[in-house]
């Protein structure tokens, strides 16, 4: 009786160990760097917001002998120099633009069979990506405002009219604007698994996150309650350092409210794309 000195397929199979989370970060993490576009994405990205903030504050800066004494004085426009709407709402639309392609990217090339093949455990694919476009988008949220910060401040400081990072709400500020990239960039992977068509999720991230907040106004309660359910309204409250308090005609969120939409939002994207992926085929 002779035995064959190879195992049996199934055995090879069987013997192969399985892939560890850290091992999909690892891989995912490689994925993402290996593209030339990322870094250029990411170096362009951070010097447009910053430039922004810096063109604003110079602006301030050449107007403040027109100013009247107390607008001199209480300086109200400083912290709103550091965190301009075109910068940001540009960051918004680029997270959100590159977190859809890390998965629209796989589906468009073909990548997301070999990928599901590889590691059949879908969900842990997306978390894997998750986790990536969270770190990378963090780290560069923080570059960005406390790079807009610090340079929008340099050049107040001209005249006398700079905000200091150790005041709260400047802390408050600093701290979501840096965390509005990733969650910009979840909100675009999440959009990505749940549409997988690349012009598709890319339309409706740049409708939920820049063209539907517009449409809602302040004047009226029940349309105001619906604007603060935007991401850009709500980071836009946590970057104003004085607000007056509600009034008919006028109703603002709360700081607390904007904190918990700025949190729901990858959630309720995220959640019903490991839902979706489990089910849906490739």
């Given at each position: 009786m002779?035995t064959?000195p190879h195992p049996?397929?199934?055995?090879?199979?069987a013997?192969?160990?399985?892939?560890r989370?850290t091992?999909?970060?690892a891989?995912?993490?490689?994925?993402?760097?290996?593209?030339?576009?990322?870094?250029?994405?990411l170096?362009?990205?951070?010097?447009?917001v910053i430039?922004?903030?810096?063109l604003?504050a110079?602006?301030?800066?050449?107007?403040?002998?027109s100013?009247?004494?107390?607008?001199q004085?209480?300086?109200?426009?400083?912290?709103?120099?550091?965190f301009?709407?075109e910068?940001?709402l540009?960051?918004?639309?680029?997270?959100?633009s590159?977190g859809a392609l890390?998965m629209v990217?796989?589906?468009?090339?073909?990548l997301?069979r070999?990928?599901?093949?590889?590691?059949?455990a879908?969900?842990?694919?997306?978390?894997?990506?998750a986790?990536?476009t969270?770190?990378v988008?963090?780290m560069t949220?923080?570059?960005?405002?406390?790079g807009?910060f610090?340079v929008s401040q340099a050049?107040?400081?001209?005249r006398?009219?700079a905000?200091?990072?150790?005041d709260?709400?400047s802390?408050?500020?600093?701290?979501?604007?840096a965390l509005?990239?990733?969650v910009?960039a979840?909100?675009?992977?999440?959009l990505?698994?749940?549409?997988r068509?690349?012009?598709?999720?890319?339309v409706?991230g740049a409708f939920?996150l820049?063209?539907?907040?517009?449409m809602?106004?302040?004047?009226?309660?029940?349309?105001?309650?619906?604007?603060?359910l935007?991401?850009?309204?709500?980071w836009?409250?946590?970057?104003?350092?004085w607000?007056?308090?509600?009034?008919?005609?006028?109703?603002p969120?709360t700081v607390?409210?904007?904190?918990?939409?700025?949190?729901?939002w990858?959630l309720a994207?995220?959640?019903?794309?490991l839902?979706?992926?489990?089910?849906?085929?490739?």
């Amino acid at each position: 009786m002779t035995t064959s000195p190879h195992p049996a397929p199934s055995a090879v199979r069987a013997a192969a160990p399985r892939a560890r989370f850290t091992d999909l970060v690892a891989a995912e993490w490689i994925k993402l760097w290996s593209l030339r576009s990322t870094p250029w994405t990411l170096g362009l990205a951070t010097l447009f917001v910053i430039g922004a903030a810096a063109l604003a504050a110079k602006a301030d800066y050449d107007n403040f002998p027109s100013y009247d004494p107390e607008a001199q004085r209480e300086h109200m426009f400083s912290l709103g120099d550091a965190f301009p709407q075109e910068g940001y709402l540009t960051l918004m639309l680029v997270a959100a633009s590159l977190g859809a392609l890390t998965m629209v990217s796989e589906y468009g090339s073909g990548l997301i069979r070999t990928t599901t093949a590889a590691v059949p455990a879908r969900g842990a694919v997306v978390l894997a990506k998750a986790v990536v476009t969270a770190a990378v988008w963090t780290m560069t949220g923080v570059v960005v405002a406390v790079g807009s910060f610090a340079v929008s401040q340099a050049i107040l400081a001209g005249r006398d009219a700079a905000v200091s990072i150790s005041d709260p709400v400047s802390l408050r500020a600093v701290a979501a604007s840096a965390l509005l990239a990733p969650v910009c960039a979840l909100i675009g992977l999440g959009l990505g698994v749940l549409i997988r068509h690349a012009a598709t999720t890319m339309v409706t991230g740049a409708f939920l996150l820049l063209m539907l907040p517009t449409m809602f106004s302040s004047d009226k309660r029940w349309s105001a309650e619906l604007g603060h359910l935007m991401p850009g309204i709500a980071w836009n409250r946590l970057t104003t350092d004085w607000m007056p308090p509600p009034h008919p005609g006028y109703y603002p969120a709360t700081v607390t409210e904007s904190w918990l939409v700025l949190a729901a939002w990858p959630l309720a994207l995220l959640i019903p794309a490991l839902l979706t992926i489990r089910r849906r085929d490739v």
